[in-house]
């Protein structure tokens, strides 16, 4: 995808070696069971990443890779465990002013029964529509943004209400922050609560995820939703950021994680 590279803005351009290798240190250190990503290549892409971490000696066998209406920027995982289910929401709509959009980079569900003692464990993954806008309506895309929400929103509630069971997260890049209408619309739907979003810090106590370099603006804008049935069942931890590479190594976004003992 588009990246700048030593200064200069370069089209189509695969993320440079060694900022692969920060990436896949930062992954290691983690060591998480499955890995939620976003602004993913093609298949290819995601798949290079996990033969580079099995030499490095980190195995996960299991990989799911996402495409929506984005053609550039797509989501996936990686996991040591294998999923049940895979579901990928490639159909949600919405209207905007006059048109109607797709969420573009649709909605990921990805369902686990083992090794959890609960029922079945549900993994959602969003990566919603930057700030960036193409209408004067809507200059930092914050209604698109909300609209993307709500429809994600009701897909997983209308996803719960056919299964039995209620543990889920959502985890992903929200491009908004902490109390935006974009991120009260995971938390409730009218009087109805539906999750609650897990705070995260580093080790300094510091709770920003993205640094925006242009304008030197540190925000929360990844993180992870967990459902309120998921919070009874499970001993969910503290939610931690990775500090151990400066912001711009490797990505402008640190690897945010939970651990989660069912």
């Not at 290549?41 to 000696?57: H, M, N, T, V």
């Not at 929506?68 to 002013?97: A, C, M």
């Not at 976004?253 to 651990?259: C, I, P």
């Amino acid at each position: 995808m588009d990246r700048h590279i030593e200064g200069l803005w370069r089209q189509d351009y695969p993320k440079p070696e060694h900022e692969k290798q920060i990436v896949r240190a930062i992954i290691k250190e983690v060591s998480a069971d499955i890995i939620a990503l976003q602004e993913l290549g093609d298949i290819s892409y995601l798949e290079e990443l996990r033969s580079d971490l099995k030499l490095d000696g980190l195995d996960y066998p299991y990989l799911v890779h996402m495409k929506g209406e984005d053609n550039l920027r797509h989501i996936g995982i990686l996991s040591k465990i294998k999923p049940f289910e895979v579901h990928k929401h490639t159909d949600l709509n919405f209207k905007y002013f006059k048109d109607r959009l797709f969420v573009r980079r649709g909605l990921l569900e990805v369902v686990f029964d083992q090794p959890f003692s609960v029922d079945k464990f549900r993994l959602f993954v969003v990566h919603l529509k930057s700030q960036l806008s193409s209408t004067k309506l809507d200059p930092r895309s914050e209604l698109r943004r909300v609209r993307e929400a709500e429809t994600c929103r009701d897909r997983i509630l209308e996803r719960m209400s056919k299964s039995k069971e209620g543990a889920f997260i959502i985890a992903g890049d929200f491009n908004d922050h902490p109390g935006s209408s974009c991120f009260r619309r995971f938390e409730s739907k009218g009087n109805t609560r539906i999750s609650e979003l897990l705070y995260s810090s580093d080790s300094r106590g510091e709770l920003w995820t993205y640094f925006y370099k242009r304008e030197a603006i540190y925000s929360t804008v990844d993180g992870f939703f967990i459902s309120t049935i998921l919070d009874t069942l499970a001993d969910v931890g503290d939610g931690h950021i990775v500090d151990s590479y400066s912001p711009m190594q490797g990505s402008d976004h640190r690897a945010v994680y939970v651990d989660i003992d069912f």
